[in-house]
């Protein structure tokens, strides 16, 4: 098979291309530029993308002996990703810029591309477990597991994927390539948003968003404080609120609620994040749409068993144990109950809950 890899420049795309190369497929490695401005897209272990990732990619490549290219994909990125994630918390929701990045640019672009010039497959350094018959499972090692920011990935684009780290802990995988002589063996993950490596998000929208104040509003209708943009703030949040005063009965506050139109958070006790249904639009299907499963809200954690009922707006799901801090704008995710919820069966981009 004719296999094009991503390599980001990180551990472990570079040992999911060895191990493409080594299952017998013809391996050619490309680093996806995403930035205009390159050099500005890595801090330490922050950020990924930069000018250092591409030459550490183009090292890895070197030593598997495989042929090297790097595709400029800024414009598509900033379209497709990045604008979009500024609209999203502009508009009060939490998007999750991985998983759009896997569904928009490395599994429709890059993929789009990669078959045009003859490439049967897009390998990837995700830790996730694709079967024969496309079914996409969680990866063996579940602090690793990525199977969440893949569930937006349609039956064609899983086709043309390939996850040779599915089977594997980090650990072995860091052994891997030390053992191969990739430099890359010890560098550390990157973690945070790639198109944000100073990690400061409110900074990040501030800039491109502005100030739109307005009033922090606690149950009861009483105003505890002011702020400088819905954006400033995701659901669920408690640090940095910028609330002087504590709550009357000492407990902290967190954000409950956020208001774009009249530039309203809403804020309470933890209790009143208790979610024990949403609503969800945009499914994507891998299987038969189920009536009960296992759903997921965030990349690690938010995990209950739901029951689902499809309506002409998207999906309705009723959660069996309630979850906090499930935000608009975040996707859920289906899983099979059956072998603890390790089968993905579909996703859905989350737009109201309830509690």
């Not at 890059?110 to 078959?115: F, K």
């Amino acid at each position: 098979m004719k296999v094009l890899a991503a390599m980001s420049g990180g551990v472990d795309s570079a040992v999911a291309a060895a191990r493409l190369r080594d299952a017998g497929h013809e391996v050619t490695g490309v680093h996806l530029a995403l930035s205009a401005k390159p050099a500005t897209m890595r801090e330490g272990a922050r950020g990924c993308c930069s000018v250092e990732d591409s030459r550490d990619a183009r090292r890895c490549a070197d030593v598997l002996d495989i042929p090297f290219y790097v595709w400029d994909m800024a414009a598509r990125f900033r379209d497709d990703v990045v604008e979009p994630f500024v609209a999203e918390y502009a508009a009060g929701r939490t998007p999750n810029p991985c998983l759009r990045c896997n569904e928009k640019i490395k599994f429709t672009a890059v993929l789009e591309r990669a078959r045009a010039l003859g490439f049967d497959a897009v390998g990837t350094g995700h830790y996730a477990r694709l079967d024969d018959d496309g079914v996409l499972r969680r990866a063996a090692d579940p602090d690793k597991d990525q199977s969440y920011v893949l569930g937006v990935l349609r039956p064609d684009q899983l086709a043309g994927a390939l996850f040779p780290l599915g089977d594997s802990p980090k650990t072995e995988v860091r052994a891997e390539a030390a053992e191969r002589g990739l430099v890359v063996a010890e560098k550390p993950d990157s973690h945070d948003i790639c198109f944000i490596p100073s990690g400061d998000t409110r900074g990040f929208l501030a800039e491109r968003i502005g100030e739109a104040p307005g009033e922090m509003v606690a149950p009861g209708g009483e105003v505890v404080g002011h702020h400088r943009g819905v954006h400033d703030f995701t659901v669920g949040q408690r640090h940095g609120l910028g609330i002087s005063r504590p709550a009357p009965d000492g407990r902290p506050r967190y954000v409950l609620g956020l208001e774009p139109v009249s530039r309203t958070v809403r804020v309470g006790p933890a209790e009143d994040l208790d979610v024990t249904s949403l609503h969800a639009t945009d499914p994507v299907w891998l299987a038969e749409p189920p009536t009960t499963c296992v759903v997921q809200v965030r990349a690690h954690g938010g995990l209950a068993d739901a029951t689902v009922r499809l309506d002409a707006d998207g999906v309705d799901v009723t959660l069996d144990a309630p979850l906090r801090g499930v935000a608009p704008g975040q996707a859920v995710v289906f899983y099979r109950p059956e072998d603890g919820g390790d089968v993905v069966l579909g996703s859905a981009t989350i737009t109201s809950t309830r509690r």
